[in-house]
């Protein structure tokens, strides 16, 4: 976001580590209002004492996104504190290290599609009337590259993956009339906490290659910085050498 964004109140779910902690540190340094949510309680709390020590103040509420009382506590209290959301990022996402197709079990499955699908949705029903309300605003979302380039990340994933951008195509069609943009990113290899999770560890000099979560940070202050005139549905994000 550029300068003229300085004030604009900002939510960012899945804000307690990797790419959703870069780009709420980066919105706070813009001169965002930013509320950090997510389930880890004391990730957010550190996250907020770094922002603090370097003059960029925010707000943390801990929420769980797949539960909709959490979600909508998460959008009260915001409106109430700020009085309206210009910007909602869903940066929530998880795999399994036993993701194969005949490793998933039902309540794996559901699993990952509550945590990477369901909870946007949730945040999405939420958010949608108070933007309405305000005469517009942005939703991104954070998908994968893997939409794309199908790989060996699970078809639990995969899935859930593919559904967010029928979430996210089908919200900015629906509420274009009322000034809601939405956008949604595929990052592809990123060096984070969710790599921890696959079945066998990624070899150092790939990761040494690979996006950094400041990268995707970067990318949602170019789309939030353009005005509501523009919108980017899809952006994608890979490293150059792999």
């Known amino acids: 976001m550029n300068s003229s964004d300085t ?15 870069a780009i709420a540190a980066a919105l706070a340094a813009t001169g965002a209002h930013v509320v950090a949510a997510a389930r880890r309680e004391t990730a957010l709390r550190e996250l907020q004492q770094e922002a603090e020590s370097n003059g ?32 909602l990022v869903y940066a929530t996402g998880t795999n399994i290290p036993d993701r194969s197709l005949d490793a998933l079990s039902p309540d794996t ?23 309405r309300e305000g005469g517009g605003g942005l939703i991104v979302y954070l998908s994968t590259g893997a939409v794309q380039m199908p790989d060996v990340s699970g078809v639990a994933y995969q899935a859930s993956k593919h ?59 170019f789309v939030a910085g353009l005005p509501a005139r523009a919108v980017v549905p899809e952006l994608q994000l890979f490293p150059s050498r792999l």
Do not use: Y
């Open 7 to 21: 004030g604009k109140i900002a939510v960012v779910v899945g804000a307690s580590s990797g790419m959703g902690r």
């Open 163 to 221: 559904g967010l951008t029928g979430l996210a195509h089908g919200t900015r069609v629906e509420e274009k009339a009322n000034g809601i943009r939405t956008t949604i990113i595929f990052p592809g290899l990123c060096d984070t906490e969710i790599l921890d999770k696959r079945p066998t560890p990624t070899p150092r000099d790939i990761l040494d290659q690979a996006l950094q979560p400041q990268d995707i940070a970067d990318a949602v202050l």
């Open 56 to 87: 960029h103040p925010l707000e943390i509420i801990p929420v769980d996104t797949t539960v909709q009382g959490d979600v909508e506590r998460l959008i009260e209290e915001t409106v109430a504190k700020f009085g309206r959301i210009d910007l």
């Open 109 to 131: 499955w559901e699993m990952m599609l509550s945590t990477n699908l369901t909870g946007a949705f949730l945040c999405t029903r939420a958010v949608v009337p108070v933007m």
